[in-house]
């Protein structure tokens, strides 16, 4: 769909590539969701991709339109972009990119999940280091922030070894259970200091200007 830049854009790192979320992309990693591959232990909160619904035909219906209406949001002040990660050809997770209330803090958000297929990879660390690039390199945020549970080591560990600081606490829920979390926060700064050399943005540019961050 050459008209509609968001779905053009790719980061390339030399482990994986997170490519935009086309329906293509969806149809494969349909079957991961399908097959239970993308819960997790302990599980993530209870973003609106919800992944836990019983029912795997229910639960892939209930996904992709949570995807779906993620396209929407293309306001400067309001964005998802939702990214498959591609490795070695093959679609394994995903990895979005949000921003709420962009245009005034310029402060990011991920969520993620990879099939079980390709976990205890460090696939977790380079997908997060490629949105971060998108984030702060493509799409010039000032800050980016994640949330994660306490129990979740892998989440938490990413952060820490990404240049995050701890931020806080707070309270989510998951399965429709309340639990604690951690909050973490890296500084454009802080990015700058370590920022790879290795990872290419593609198509950056042009979802800038369609968003529109300029």
Known sequence: ?????????????????????????????????????????????????????????????????????????????????????VVDGE???????????????????TFSWLSADHRARGLGHEMRAAALHLAFDGLGAKEAHSDAFVDNRGSNAVSQDLGYEPNGMDHATRLGEAAVMNRWRLTRSTWEQQRRSDIQLHGADACRVFLPLT
Request: glycine letters at 6%; charged letters at 25%.
């Open 1 to 85: 769909m050459k008209n509609y830049p968001l779905l053009h854009v790719r980061v390339s790192t030399p482990m994986l590539e997170l490519r935009a979320a086309t329906d293509d992309l969806l149809d494969q990693l349909a079957e991961a969701v399908r097959a239970g591959k993308a819960d997790a232990d302990p599980p993530p909160y209870d973003d609106p991709i919800s992944l836990y619904e019983a029912d795997p035909d229910l639960r892939v219906g209930k996904w992709l339109r949570a995807v779906w209406r993620g396209r929407t949001r293309v306001e400067a002040d309001s964005w998802r972009l939702s990214m498959a990660v």
């Open 91 to 109: 679609a394994a997770g995903m990895q979005d990119l949000i921003g709420e209330g962009f245009s005034t803090f310029g402060t990011v958000t």
